[in-house]
Structure formats: structure tokens, C-alpha cells
């Protein structure tokens, strides 16, 4: 593999990482406070639609980022309303967050825009771009720093948008907070004996709440990026699963941010391949036959289903995860 090439899968790995990578540490954070979060899919979608919709109307990406992140909490706040004040079933809410989601975002696409669900692109100056733009190319990087470092370093590494930085940042951010500091160590001890929590005086619930609303600003983000930085514009179920495989690099990460870290970036990297090996054909000795573009493109939703077949039952989830806290009188 030559330079190029290896800075451009490297560049792609890390775009597509960025909005699993996200919604992975959304759900690390209501699942650590013992809130089953299948509503990933869901949020992210809706916040993509908010974010795309208010960007095309005002012309402003703040505006967009802003509306993105005010549904994904609200979404957020209505699954803690359901399961945490009203103890209902956890995965049943989340499944229908993503089915609600999933219908009305055409349903306002059609009576907002009238373009079957989707929205109008989003203007070029309102997308984030990278912070170097010029590098986006191979070539520009390349002529400022060199051969290998343009396209791996500069190209690969230093032309992504902020918040591609910051969704790797806020591993750090997450760990930092659940492994040192106080609240981080009160959410993570009510995902595993709410009752002790409760004991010593912490409201449950609204650690609970805290750590939803927490997941709703990361899918808000998560979901943003995929209209104004990935994408031009908002079109159905452009989520396209992304919120199940963020779930499943949780688990695969046994709900801890750096591990989950490395399985969005598995899962990040066999899709930006997929992409690259569109169009190859199978070895001489095999028949030499192209393969299938489907084939390549199911690589990482099979990868999901190896993952959890395998390692789901390994898993250690926090002790509390899906149990409803009733106090004790």
C-alpha cells in the first residue's frame, strides 16, 4: 500500500469513526448509570434531521449544531421519563425512540420541504470543514510537508473538522471524569448498587437524568456531523445502523471509553476499506470474478453480528443495567 493510499483509508477511518465514536461514549455514559440506551439509532437520526433542517433555514452552523443537540436531549429526556421516572422496560422505549425517529423525520421532511423526507442541502459555508482545508487533498499536503508525511500525516491526520478532534478528545474527557472525579464515580456506582447511592443521600434519578442528558448532547453531536460535515443534506434513515454498531463497539469495549475507542475505530476502518475495495476482483486461481459491491459494504454490519455473538456473554455490564430503582421505604 502506498502513501497515498494509506492516507486516504486513514483519512476515511477517521471520518467514519467520528459519529460512532460519539454515539459509543453516549451510551457509555446512561449505560455506566444503569439506563439500557437501544435508542442511539434513533437520536442520532432525529438530531442529523435537526441539525440539517436548522442549518438550511438559518443559515448558521451554531444554529444547526444547537438544534441537533436540543432533540437529542429532549429525546433523551423522554426515554429517563419512561424508564427511569416511570420504571418502564428500558429496551422497549429505546426501540421506540428509533421507530419514532425513524417515521417522523420523513414525515416533517415531507411537510417542511416537500423533497420525499429529505432536507435541502446544507450551503457550503455553513458545513464544517477541515481545519486545513487544502490538505483534504493528497497533493496540497503532500507539497507542504512532503511525500509520506503530506499524505499520511497531513492528509490522514491534520484535515478533519473539529469535530472529528474533539469526538477523540472526549475519550479522554470521559475517562477523566469517570475515573476521577466525583460525580463521574457517583454515576458509575449507580449503574452498579443504586440502592448504596440512594443510601448515602444521592438522588438515583437524578444522576440517572444527568447521565441521559449527558447522552443526548454527545448524539446531538454525533448526529450533526453527519448533515453538516459528513453529508450536504438529510435523507432517510441516513443513520443506516450506525447507532446498533455504536452499541455493539460498547459492548465489545466491556462499557469502558478507551477499549470502545479501539472497536469504533475496527469498525471505523472495515468500513472505510469497503469503500476502497469497491470494484476488486477475486484472485485468478478463485475465477477471477469481481466482488459483489453488497459483499463488501455488509463487512462491518457482519463484523457486529460476529462481535456480539462472541463476545456479548464475556460482556461484564454494570449490575444495575436495565433494573428500575424502586426506594426502598
Given at each position: 500500500?502506498d502513501?497515498v493510499?494509506?492516507?486516504?483509508v486513514?483519512?476515511?477511518?477517521l471520518?467514519?469513526?467520528?459519529?460512532?465514536?460519539l454515539?459509543?461514549?453516549?451510551?457509555?455514559l446512561?449505560?455506566?448509570a444503569?439506563?439500557?440506551?437501544?435508542?442511539?439509532e434513533?437520536?442520532?437520526?432525529?438530531?442529523?434531521?435537526?441539525?440539517?433542517?436548522?442549518?438550511s433555514?438559518?443559515?448558521s452552523?451554531?444554529?444547526?449544531?444547537?438544534?441537533?443537540?436540543?432533540v437529542?436531549?429532549?429525546?433523551?429526556?423522554?426515554?429517563?421519563?419512561?424508564?427511569?421516572?416511570?420504571?418502564?422496560?428500558?429496551?422497549?422505549?429505546g426501540?421506540?425512540?428509533?421507530?419514532v425517529?425513524?417515521?417522523?423525520?420523513?414525515?416533517?421532511?415531507?411537510?417542511?420541504?416537500?423533497?420525499?423526507?429529505?432536507?435541502?442541502?446544507?450551503d457550503?459555508?455553513?458545513?464544517l470543514?477541515?481545519?486545513?482545508?487544502?490538505?483534504?487533498?493528497?497533493?496540497?499536503?503532500?507539497?507542504?510537508?512532503?511525500?509520506?508525511?503530506?499524505?499520511?500525516?497531513?492528509?490522514?491526520?491534520?484535515?478533519?473538522?473539529?469535530?472529528?478532534?474533539?469526538?477523540?478528545?472526549?475519550v479522554?474527557?470521559?475517562w477523566?471524569?469517570?475515573?476521577?472525579?466525583?460525580?463521574?464515580?457517583?454515576?458509575?456506582?449507580v449503574?452498579?448498587?443504586?440502592a448504596?447511592?440512594?443510601?448515602?443521600?444521592?438522588s438515583?434519578?437524578?444522576?440517572?437524568?444527568?447521565?441521559?442528558l449527558?447522552?443526548?448532547?454527545?448524539?446531538?453531536?454525533a448526529?450533526?456531523?453527519?448533515?453538516?460535515?459528513?453529508?450536504?443534506?438529510?435523507?432517510?434513515n441516513?443513520?443506516?445502523g450506525?447507532?446498533?454498531?455504536?452499541?455493539a463497539?460498547l459492548?465489545?469495549?466491556?462499557?469502558?471509553?478507551?477499549?470502545t475507542?479501539?472497536a469504533?475505530l475496527?469498525f471505523?476502518?472495515?468500513?472505510?476499506?469497503?469503500?476502497?475495495?469497491?470494484?476488486?476482483?477475486?484472485?485468478?486461481?478463485?475465477?477471477?470474478?469481481?466482488?459483489?459491491?453488497?459483499?463488501?459494504?455488509?463487512?462491518p454490519?457482519?463484523?457486529?453480528?460476529?462481535?456480539?455473538?462472541?463476545?456479548?456473554?464475556?460482556?461484564?455490564?454494570?449490575?444495575?443495567?436495565?433494573?428500575?430503582?424502586?426506594?426502598?421505604?
Amino acid at each position: 500500500m502506498d502513501e497515498v493510499m494509506m492516507g486516504s483509508v486513514l483519512a476515511s477511518t477517521l471520518r467514519v469513526t467520528t459519529p460512532l465514536l460519539l454515539c459509543a461514549l453516549a451510551g457509555l455514559l446512561s449505560e455506566r448509570a444503569g439506563v439500557v440506551d437501544i435508542g442511539l439509532e434513533g437520536k442520532m437520526l432525529f438530531a442529523a434531521f435537526a441539525a440539517a433542517a436548522a442549518a438550511s433555514a438559518s443559515h448558521s452552523t451554531g444554529l444547526g449544531i444547537m438544534a441537533a443537540i436540543a432533540v437529542a436531549c429532549a429525546m433523551s429526556m423522554i426515554h429517563g421519563f419512561a424508564c427511569v421516572s416511570h420504571r418502564g422496560d428500558q429496551v422497549v422505549s429505546g426501540v421506540a425512540l428509533n421507530m419514532v425517529a425513524a417515521g417522523l423525520t420523513v414525515v416533517l421532511g415531507i411537510a417542511w420541504f416537500s423533497q420525499g423526507g429529505q432536507t435541502p442541502p446544507v450551503d457550503a459555508s455553513v458545513r464544517l470543514t477541515g481545519l486545513i482545508p487544502s490538505w483534504s487533498e493528497p497533493a496540497a499536503a503532500q507539497a507542504a510537508l512532503g511525500p509520506w508525511l503530506g499524505a499520511v500525516l497531513g492528509h490522514g491526520v491534520l484535515s478533519h473538522n473539529v469535530l472529528v478532534y474533539l469526538a477523540f478528545a472526549l475519550v479522554a474527557a470521559v475517562w477523566f471524569f469517570m475515573e476521577r472525579t466525583r460525580p463521574g464515580l457517583r454515576l458509575r456506582a449507580v449503574g452498579e448498587n443504586p440502592a448504596m447511592v440512594d443510601a448515602a443521600g444521592v438522588s438515583v434519578a437524578g444522576l440517572r437524568y444527568s447521565a441521559l442528558l449527558m447522552n443526548g448532547v454527545l448524539c446531538g453531536l454525533a448526529g450533526s456531523y453527519l448533515t453538516l460535515a459528513q453529508n450536504a443534506a438529510f435523507s432517510p434513515n441516513m443513520t443506516a445502523g450506525r447507532g446498533y454498531i455504536a452499541l455493539a463497539a460498547l459492548i465489545f469495549g466491556k462499557w469502558k471509553p478507551v477499549p470502545t475507542l479501539l472497536a469504533c475505530l475496527l469498525f471505523g476502518f472495515l468500513d472505510a476499506l469497503a469503500i476502497r475495495m469497491q470494484g476488486v476482483s477475486l484472485p485468478a486461481a478463485l475465477g477471477g470474478a469481481e466482488v459483489p459491491v453488497q459483499a463488501i459494504q455488509a463487512l462491518p454490519y457482519l463484523l457486529t453480528v460476529v462481535l456480539l455473538a462472541g463476545f456479548i456473554g464475556q460482556a461484564l455490564a454494570p449490575k444495575a443495567l436495565g433494573l428500575p430503582y424502586v426506594k426502598e421505604r
